[in-house]
Structures are given as C-alpha cells and as structure tokens.
C-alpha cells in the first residue's frame, strides 16, 4: 500500500528546486498515491472532490461555531431572567457584573417589600437595622388596624398599653351593639347595669314585633296582657286571608262562624275563577248550576 510522505513546501532558500518545482513533486507524489487509493478515477477530478470535502468540513465547522454562540447567547439571556423573575434557578455567577450588581439590588428591594408589606416571602436577616424599625413599625400598625375593624388577626399581645385600652373600649361598644341588635356574638357579662337594662328592653320590643308579624321566633309568654291581644288579633287575620286565598297555611280551625262564611264565599269565588280560566286548580263539583252551563269544560283552541 502506498504511504504519503510528508513533504515541505518552501522558499527556494529552503528547496533546491524552488516553490515551483516542490509544489509539483508534492502534485506528482499526491496523484500517485492516491490514484493507487482510487484506481480508475483521474486525478484532477479526485483533487475536486478532496477540495468540494474540505469546503463543506469547513462550512460545518462554521456552522456549528455560529449555532454554539447562539445557544449561549440564548443561555446567558434565559438566566437573566430567571434572576429577573426571582426564580432559584438564578445563576448570579452567570451575569455580567453590571447585571449581577442590578438583580442583587431588585432582591433586595423585592426581600424588604415583602417584609414591609407582609404580602411576599421576608428574609428578616437581608434587611438592614434601620429597615427592621420600619418592618416591625408596620406590623404593629397593621395589627392595630385589625384590632380596630376585625378585619384580619389581631394580636393584642403587639398592642401598647394605650391602644390595649382603645381596643378594650371597641370590643366592650361592639358588644354592646351584638346585644342591642340581638346577634348572637352578644355577651352580657360584660354589660354594665344600664347596658342591660337597655337590651332587656330592646328584647322585648323585637319579640312583640316578631309576634305582630308572624315569625316563627315570636315568645308569647314574654309579651304583656296587651301586647297577648294585639299579636293575637294580627295571627287571626293572616290566617283569615291565608283561608280566603287558598293558601295551604290556612287553619280552619281558628275561624269564627261569620269568618268561616266568609272564607266558603271567598274560595267558591276563586274555584269560579279558576274554571273561567281553565287553571289545573279547577273544580267543576264546586260550581252551581249557573256557573256550570256558563263555564264550558272545554278550553278555548290555542289556550296554553
């Protein structure tokens, strides 16, 4: 097999024979061999093929150059923001130093904004002493709010001496309202003498109403001789109109004869309505005669 020598191609200073002569012992020596490697093929159209290979080795190696600076220009981007976002998978050893400068510095702001606010994670340990006054300034101002309103959590622990006093007032006049309106929060314990005078009374004029009106919560037994009389004449009248309209609330049994007239005239009116129209509630036994040659059995073509 034949073996290529290497051979060197220089100044005439170096070869004998000069540039020219060197270039094509190299030429005859290369068309040798490789016509051996590649019998029948000639070998300026063998040294075209090489020089075509050696092109496209050399367009791939550029390519993959070009590609690899852009993965890594894709890479230092995708990291900043990362660090931008405030994701863990920040590589601060990544950044430019400009930009390592600049994300330490939105962490920072991003740590004591949350510690301030309450709203975000706070690493107390990353903020400065002067910080820390503001922070635990916050918190209490916060926690007073909340004391104030009940919006939130209050931690009376927090308060000072002043505001737990405050604080004890607003509970004692919220109390005192849960007491007067009859919510179920009330604490009477805590009344005063007049504040339960108050309340017993306020108790009293809200059972005579619900009474009045027919609520399910109405105390006869709490309510005077009078008020007995009055509740018990505005229960007879809406079982009075519950009868005469039909409704299902209705106790016959709490009529009085001429009321129990009455509502016989009232329903056989509603029954003489309800055939008029041709309602489902329509009962034909309980027309009169009249009623029932005026009132045909059949509906109307096109009634719904």
């Known amino acids: ?51 075509s290979g050696v092109l496209i080795l050399a367009l791939w190696a550029g390519s993959a150059g070009v590609l ?17 976002d405030g994701f863990a998978t920040c590589n601060h050893s990544a950044l430019s130093p400009t930009q390592a400068k600049e994300i330490t510095e939105l962490e920072r702001n991003r740590n004591f904004s949350g510690c301030l606010t309450g709203d975000g994670a706070c690493n107390q340990s990353q903020i400065t002493s002067a910080e820390t006054l503001q922070v635990d300034m916050t918190i209490r101002r ?10 939130g959590f209050c931690d009376k622990s927090l308060l000072t001496p002043s505001e737990a006093l405050l604080i004890r007032k607003i509970d004692a006049d919220q109390n005192y309202v849960a007491c007067e309106t009859g919510d179920v929060s009330c604490d009477r314990s805590i009344l005063t003498s007049e504040q339960k005078a108050k309340v017993l009374e306020l108790d009293r004029e809200r059972n005579l109403l619900e009474c009045q009106t027919g609520q399910f919560s109405c105390n006869m037994s709490s309510l005077t001789p009078s008020q007995a009389k009055i509740a018990s ?57 009249q009623e029932a040659k005026q009132i045909s059995p059949n509906p109307p073509a096109g009634l719904e």
Not at 68 to 84: E, I, K, S, T, Y
Not at 142 to 151: F, G, K, P, Q, V
Not at 237 to 258: H, V
């Open 68 to 84: 690899l600076a852009q993965n890594g220009a894709l890479n230092r981007v995708q990291n900043l923001r990362n660090c931008f």
């Open 1 to 51: 097999m034949w073996e290529p020598h290497s051979v060197r191609v220089g100044s005439d200073t170096h070869c004998p024979g000069g540039t020219s002569e060197a270039n094509e012992s190299v030429r005859a020596a290369t068309d040798h061999g490789l016509t051996e490697i590649m019998p029948g093929m000639n070998a300026n159209k063998l040294e075209e093929r090489m020089k």
């Open 233 to 289: 004449a505005a229960g007879r009248l809406r079982n009075l109109l519950a009868c005469k309209t039909g409704d299902p609330l209705c106790n016959a049994a709490l009529l009085s004869p001429s009321e129990a007239k009455d509502v016989a005239l009232a329903q056989s009116q509603i029954n003489s309505l309800a055939c008029e129209s041709y309602d489902s509630t329509c009962d034909r036994s309980q027309l009169t005669p």
């Open 142 to 151: 916060r926690n007073l709010l909340a004391c104030e309103t009940t919006l």
